[in-house]
């Protein structure tokens, strides 16, 4: 008997990683040492005193029932607090905060709270596949902006046109960007800003890599534009910065209406967070921005290795300006399945295809720099071995 599933779900197409592991396990069936760099996942532990934290606190029997469902006053107040050292930014952190099970979670949900069906969202591609996904269960539609090398793999807002304009109701951005490694500093911002004023719009930013840019760069909050508040919410993500994926902690922040109507729904979904998570959250951005700093300089190490040897193998590299990918075009004569597949037969390594991403990451492969290093260095020596001309 087939199950009758929802009309939605039929129109998700299968998560990428599915297919992505299912590949990666037929090689290692057959034997080989697969070095993926699939997948970004930080390899370093959690800091110390952020898990020190958590054992101490979780032995307190009163948290061990239901979380506050808009977080504890500890987070929510470390986490404004945060804001305003890194960004200049000063936000009510009751009004102003939503602590999130993860940020993907809040950007998924954030949908349910924008998007009717027949609505659309303006969503860059490549990108992070959430926010279409979150659109398209809200029964809502995407309308893609692509993200080109020439224009710096920025939308171009003056190509929406106006009939689309006028039905989205939210835009998402997402700089330092996954997965082109993209910046982007004060005019895309301002520009947002003054296109969702103008067509009443919310505009939704997603900072997760806000903590991991090189060569000096210091990315920006949405929020420190002038009238970002008004129409803009920011998501951050304690995973990339501190390695916590595992640990499903982040916020939203800004504009207190968007995330009153977050909240809403996830009161109505979810219980919040293990309060202990929380408070290993506020150790996190009150004890641990050196170990943000260490992993900066670990991912910008790896990053020169690779764009150096890369380049010695003939591969066209430009080094990302943040993130923790490379966004590599493909060698002439191969589409980016053809050459991740080449390179995974030729030597068991794992690129992902970039038009996993959108059809304008065709052409790209994604580079994760979560791979430690000695097995980068393994991949390099098989990489020269296969490919040296
Ligand atoms: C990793 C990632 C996130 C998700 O972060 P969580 O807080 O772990 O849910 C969000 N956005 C982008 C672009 C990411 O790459």
Redesign the pocket.
Known sequence: MTMRLSKRLERIPPYLFVEVDRKIAEKKAAGVDVISFGV??PDIPTPESIVETLIDKSGNPEHHRYPSYFGLDEFRGAASRWVEQRFGVRLDPDREVLP????????AHLALALLDPGDLALVPEP??P?YEMGTILAGAEPYFMPLKRENGFLPDLSAVPEEVAERAKVLWL?YP??PTGAVAEGPLFAEAIEFAKKHDIVLAH?N??SEITFDGFVAPSLLEFKGAVDVGIE?H????SFN??GW???FACGNPQVLEALGTVKTNIDSGIFNPIQLAGVTALEKEAGSAARMRDTYQSRRDYLVDEFSGLGWEITPPGG??YVWMPVPPGFDSVGFSTHVLDRTGIFFTPGNAYGPSGEGYVRISLSVPTGRMEEAVSRLKEAFRS
């Open positions: 970004g996942d999130l099970i993860g940020s993907k979670e809040g950007i990108s992070y959430v997402n960007n996954n997603d997760a890599y998501f993500s304690l995973s990339k916590m994926t499903r902690i982040g993130s923790i």
